[in-house]
């Protein structure tokens, strides 16, 4: 008894959460445990039982999830395919919201293979979750309540090789200057420098007579002004600064405050209380503590000269994502950041072709498309762009194309040069087919949407997630808000968006095998992004252009969705959580390759992970297949 004891006891402690769990509890959970085996297609639980009296936990084999169907007992709903069933493993347990509700279950569990399942009264259970906080978040949150740990572990990590350091979600409260240089508008100007020289700061900030920021002054707002040779000392100081400085509350994080930075270029930034100066924030307070300075980079793109420089700079951003990930950076945020630093990229390529080709005489504006225009890239991208301009007729439109093709195969060719590889499928500005003027490109959007062939389908998947990047409006808010208007007015197109959006599932038979545990490390895996991120990519794309929504980040869909109803709130933290941890497994492992020398890959082994990262694994995909099966549902496919 005392080594059947031991051995649940190792067992249960190699999976969470009972590893974080404290041993009484954890004995506890075992005295009050008895196995079951369960030989392969056994019924373990369902619906005709009652209201359901026992938790289970599966010690060896698998358990396939399965929804009863309208019709035959055990038979999944008419159309729903194989997405209403799912497979659970070693140290998965069932049925919680049963259990929990004092119901019966709606899932008819059955063993897949013979399985040894540990068995326990709900009473027990009930008293389980009031003894250990642990084991009540798991029970009530599932895989969610595991991404925290995921967080902590890989930052404990980095803490080990790299020291503490710095932590980029450290309030600016703790890092800004307290007593910062201020001065009033018509403070003159050789007063003001006079000031920063005795402080030895880099920057004075001008308030109104409430202490509110109207401006900053810095020294490279003095180096530039002493190079425009205008310069007057006894100027009042407002006629030089800079006007309606960057401002963050002391509770923003310092990551905010690098990619504001990063964003508008800067140096310095005001931290503002109740609308009132509370503090200064510089770069170099933000990585005095840390090597990796990414407003430094994001300046040097600005500044580069040439197409080489740029991509050795591209070298540099892969290092500081490795840092960011390193010490717990959201990977949504690290998204966000590298998609930033592609738009600095995409500007400087297109400074220097204007530079060396000259203006064609044609106002233009540079569209990204797909991942790109969702702000969603890794470093493992390649480019989705289009042209748009303004034409009075077609005839017009038909010559600034033509005016436009240099300069866009040069941009084309100069971003390739740089590190964003050209489009294999040719969705980019050089290709006149996405070279259009304003008129042109709504004819194009409602020809895609009136006739919806596979191939336009396949256009509007990637092109239906744009922004603008470059460039004056030139139309593109009205055009915007067109395509919405076009999808809105066509219930065949959002059908066959959706149809189209359920072509790429969760590997089915993967999660059997995940669960089983019959990953060998040889094993080829499955493709990350197209069976696993892009699910949700796509479905929040369909239900977000059917629903007038214009954000393209696919979090931010899926989020207004839930504002306005359309997805359940709850449901919808549960997308963001796995769509989250998908992005963060797929930048780890694009890290892991880019430091081995092996080029950056999307196809995951879970056999190469360890316990944690594949219960959260499963659990996403899982969330993936739900999400399409609410999609199935509101489309009747």
């Not at 100081?237 to 800067?266: G, K, N, S």
């Not at 004056?472 to 809105?488: C, H, K, T």
């Not at 963001?576 to 941890?581: D, H, I, L, N, W």
Request: net charge neutral.
């Amino acid at each position: 008894m005392n080594q059947n004891v031991q051995g649940l006891m190792g067992f249960l402690r190699e999976h969470p959460p009972f590893d974080q769990m404290e041993p009484p509890h954890v004995r506890r959970l075992i005295e009050r445990m008895r196995l079951r085996f369960f030989e392969e297609g056994q019924d373990i639980a369902s619906p005709g039982d009652g209201p359901a009296g026992s938790w289970y936990l599966i010690r060896q084999g698998a358990v396939e999830g399965r929804r009863p169907g309208p019709g035959a007992a055990g038979e999944p709903s008419p159309g729903s395919g194989t997405d209403d069933s799912f497979v659970l493993g070693p140290a998965d347990a069932f049925p919680v919201a049963a259990l929990l509700g004092g119901r019966p279950t709606r899932t008819r569990y059955r063993a897949l293979q013979d399985t040894f399942c540990l068995q326990m009264d709900r009473p027990d259970f009930i008293e389980a979750l009031e003894r250990s906080e642990p084991f009540r978040a798991f029970a009530l949150r599932g895989a969610g309540s595991l991404l925290g740990r995921l967080h902590q572990r890989t930052r404990q990590e980095a803490a080990a090789v790299q020291g503490e350091g710095y932590v980029f979600d450290q309030a600016l409260a703790s890092i800004m200057a307290r007593d910062p240089v201020a001065c009033a508008p018509d403070l003159p100007l050789s007063r003001a420098v006079r000031r920063m020289h005795e402080r030895r700061v880099g920057s004075i900030v001008v308030t109104d007579e409430l202490r509110r920021p109207v401006g900053i002054f810095t020294l490279r707002d003095l180096r530039r002004e002493v190079a425009g040779a205008a310069i007057r000392l006894d100027a009042p100081i407002e006629t030089v600064m800079t006007r309606d400085p960057v401002c963050l509350p002391p509770d923003a994080t310092a990551f905010e405050a690098i990619l504001l930075m990063a964003r508008h270029r800067i140096g310095h930034l005001c931290v503002a209380q109740a609308g009132a100066l509370a503090g200064v924030v510089s770069e170099r307070d933000l990585f005095a503590l840390q090597r990796i300075g990414i407003v430094h980079l994001a300046r040097a793109m600005r500044q580069a000269e040439s197409a080489e420089a740029l991509g050795a700079l591209r070298a540099d951003l892969s290092r500081a994502v490795a840092g960011m990930l390193a010490h717990g950076v959201d990977a949504l945020q690290v998204l966000r950041l590298i998609a930033q630093m592609n738009d600095h990229a995409t500007h400087r390529v297109i400074e220097l072709v204007l530079r060396d080709l000259g203006d064609p005489g044609v106002p233009f504006s540079w569209l990204a498309f797909g991942s790109e225009g969702r702000r969603e890239q890794t470093l493992l991208t390649d480019q989705d762009n289009g042209m748009l301009f303004r034409a009075a007729s077609d005839a017009e439109a038909r010559d600034r194309r033509e005016a436009l093709r240099p300069l866009a195969e040069a941009i084309n060719q100069e971003l390739d040069r740089c590190g964003l590889p050209l489009c294999r499928g040719n969705v980019m500005a050089g290709n006149p087919a996405l070279r259009l003027s304003a008129r042109e490109w709504e004819r194009w959007f409602a020809d895609i949407i009136r006739r919806p062939t596979p191939e336009h389908i396949l256009q509007a998947v990637i092109c239906f997630d744009l922004r603008l990047l470059w460039g004056e409006d030139n139309g593109f808010e009205a055009l915007s808000r067109f395509l919405l208007g076009q999808v809105a007015d066509c219930p065949q197109f959002q059908r066959m968006l959706a149809e189209t959006a359920l072509r790429n599932q969760p590997p089915s038979g993967g999660l059997f095998e995940i669960a089983g545990g019959a990953w060998r490390a040889g094993a080829s895996g499955f493709d990350l992004k197209t069976q696993a991120l892009t699910p949700f990519v796509d479905a929040a794309r369909v239900l977000a252009l059917s629903n007038g929504i214009a954000d393209t980040s696919t979090t931010d869909r899926l989020r207004a969705l839930a504002e306005r109803g359309v997805l359940n709130a709850r449901d919808v933290d549960a997308y963001v959580e796995s769509y989250r941890y998908l992005q963060l497994l797929r930048l780890r492992q694009h890290q892991a390759q880019i430091h081995a020398g092996e080029p950056a890959s999307n196809q995951i082994l879970p056999g190469s992970l360890n316990a944690l990262d594949r219960r959260i694994l499963r659990e996403a995909l899982r969330q993936a297949a739900d999400l399409q099966k609410l999609l199935r549902y509101s489309y009747q496919l």
